[in-house]
């Protein structure tokens, strides 16, 4: 069996890290899609000064720093130590934001706190059965909070438990698992663990790119009261 966290590390030695500017010349900024400079931004999540917002497979930090930056009090989780160095190194001057080295289910089900938002960008909640974990974070939103997460559309009749892999080097690539479902798939999902004002929407990939990648967005939110 793969060993998620040689995985990821073996991963995060194939990505670059994230420029130093954005196409407006921004410092930070966030991400939905495979795609810099495209898409739609962080105001899904209504970022506020002082809300919790917690990010999973945070990668090398980009999208939880921007969040940090307008005042949310931000936490990046990642599999990958090597991930998490690196986001370290780059963002720890940021007083708002913290990063934990760590599995996303442990994470959720440890119950420490509630968070107004709970996002995914590529990340964690693609690579987890989400049986396991939208019960999870259902119960570490705050009402109201919300849950949001980006990957790749599903291949067409391709859909729950799929494998992926990734290189590194000559060797055999990891194998690793990840859940695809189609936009209806995604909303019924949600809407039968309770989220409401459930969204999917698939974004293009830009034109005149060599290997546009389309991106799948769905988000929902708990409810602010309920029984």
């Given at each position: 069996m793969t060993d998620l966290a040689v995985a990821w590390d073996a991963y995060s030695r194939s990505k670059p890290p994230r420029r130093s500017t954005n196409a407006a010349g921004q410092r930070t900024w966030f991400n939905w899609t495979a795609h810099p400079d495209h898409g739609p931004t962080e105001d899904l999540l209504a970022p506020k000064a002082g809300a919790r917002m917690l990010d999973l497979g945070c990668g090398k930090g980009g999208n939880i720093a921007h969040l940090a930056t307008l005042g949310v009090h931000a936490i990046g989780l990642d599999l990958s130590a090597l991930q998490i160095d690196a986001a370290r190194e780059r963002w720890e001057h940021l007083p708002t934001l913290a990063f934990q080295q760590g599995d996303a289910v442990e994470y959720l089900a440890s119950g420490a706190g509630w968070f107004d938002a709970i996002y995914s960008v590529f990340g964690a909640l693609w690579?987890?059965?989400?049986?396991?974990?939208?019960?999870?974070?259902?119960?570490?939103?705050?009402?109201?909070?919300?849950?949001?997460?980006?990957?790749?559309?599903?291949?067409?009749?391709?859909?729950?438990?799929?494998?992926?892999?990734?290189?590194?080097?000559?060797?055999?690539?990891?194998?690793?698992?990840?859940?695809?479902?189609?936009?209806?798939?995604?909303?019924?999902q949600l809407t039968q663990h309770g989220f409401t004002d459930v969204g999917t929407t698939v974004i293009p990939g830009p034109e005149g790119v060599a290997k546009p990648t389309d991106t799948m967005l769905v988000h929902g939110r708990r409810p602010a009261s309920f029984r």
């Open positions: 690579f987890i059965d989400p049986d396991t974990w939208l019960p999870l974070a259902w119960q570490r939103l705050a009402p109201g909070g919300r849950l949001a997460f980006s990957h790749r559309p599903p291949f067409h009749g391709c859909y729950g438990c799929q494998a992926g892999f990734i290189r590194h080097g000559n060797q055999e690539p990891f194998v690793i698992r990840r859940w695809d479902y189609t936009p209806e798939m995604w909303h019924d």
